[in-house]
T-cell receptor
Framework: DQQVKQNSPSLSVQEGRISILNCDYTNSMFDYFLWYKKYPAEGPTFLISISSIKDKNEDGRFTVFLNKSAKHLSLHIVPSQPGDSAVYFCAVILGPMNRDDKIIFGKGTRLHILP | NAGVMQNPRHLVRRRGQEARLRCSPMKGHSHVYWYRQLPEEGLKFMVYLQKENIIDESGMPKERFSAEFPKEGPSILRIQQVVRGDSAAYFC??????????????FGPGTRLTVL
């Protein structure tokens, strides 16, 4: 049973517009949320994270929003650029009180930025 | 500072053979994680190791799979008697000493295993 769900396998967005990627999770005990970006034939690279004590974190063009009551988070990219075309993985970890930091990944959303 | 290194990048094995995947963590990192990505799936946690210790192997299949991270040398993920269902991309990640806050995991480029 999937603990992290990304219901959109793919998303196409015009260059310059806003890209919104969504993610739902099932366990209210998750403590830390991450977004990873992955290009073909490469490993995932960390993009942005948010702790459960916050509802928003911003880093340049990337903003992550967390709605704990809805168990939902989203990644906003604005403005979208051609280099943003990649697979984006939503991920969670249980947090430092757990004995390890194993990451639980969603299945990913493939983002296409259209010229 | 070199990133996480994995080799080989591509590995082809016939059913019944053994596969050995190697991971050299980033310099100064003592924590290694292995993940597997099946086609059209997200990455799934397999095992977490520190030097000479397996900390969490809850994601490892019960048979044929083993992992080690010796005092010297890379971490090794070993798959014995491979089957077609083992075909996947295997990613290694490393992080520095674990503190009270989450430490980012840095991923290697992966090893793509194909079982014929």
């Amino acid at each position: 049973d999937q603990q992290v769900k990304q219901n959109s396998p793919s998303l196409s967005v015009q260059e310059g517009r806003i890209s919104i990627l969504n993610c739902d999770y099932t366990n209210s005990m998750f403590d830390y949320f991450l977004w990873y970006k992955k290009y073909p034939a490469e490993g995932p690279t960390f993009l942005i994270s948010i702790s459960s004590i916050k509802d928003k974190n911003e880093d340049g063009r990337f903003t992550v929003f967390l709605n704990k009551s809805a168990k939902h988070l989203s990644l906003h990219i604005v403005p979208s650029q051609p280099g943003d075309s990649a697979v984006y993985f939503c991920a969670v970890i249980l947090g430092p009180m757990n004995r390890d930091d194993k990451i639980i990944f969603g299945k990913g959303t493939r983002l296409h930025i259209l010229p | 500072n070199a990133g996480v290194m994995q080799n080989p990048r591509h590995l082809v094995r016939r059913r019944g053979q053994e596969a050995r995947l190697r991971c050299s963590p980033m310099k100064g990192h003592s924590h290694v994680y292995w993940y597997r990505q099946l086609p059209e799936e997200g990455l799934k946690f397999m095992v977490y190791l520190q030097k000479e210790n397996i900390i969490d192997e809850s994601g490892m299949p019960k048979e044929r799979f083993s992992a080690e991270f010796p005092k010297e040398g890379p971490s090794i993920l070993r798959i014995q008697q491979v089957v077609r269902g083992d075909s996947a991309a295997y990613f290694c990640a490393s992080s520095p000493n674990r503190g009270r806050t989450y430490n980012e995991q840095f991923f290697g480029p992966g090893t793509r295993l194909t079982v014929l």
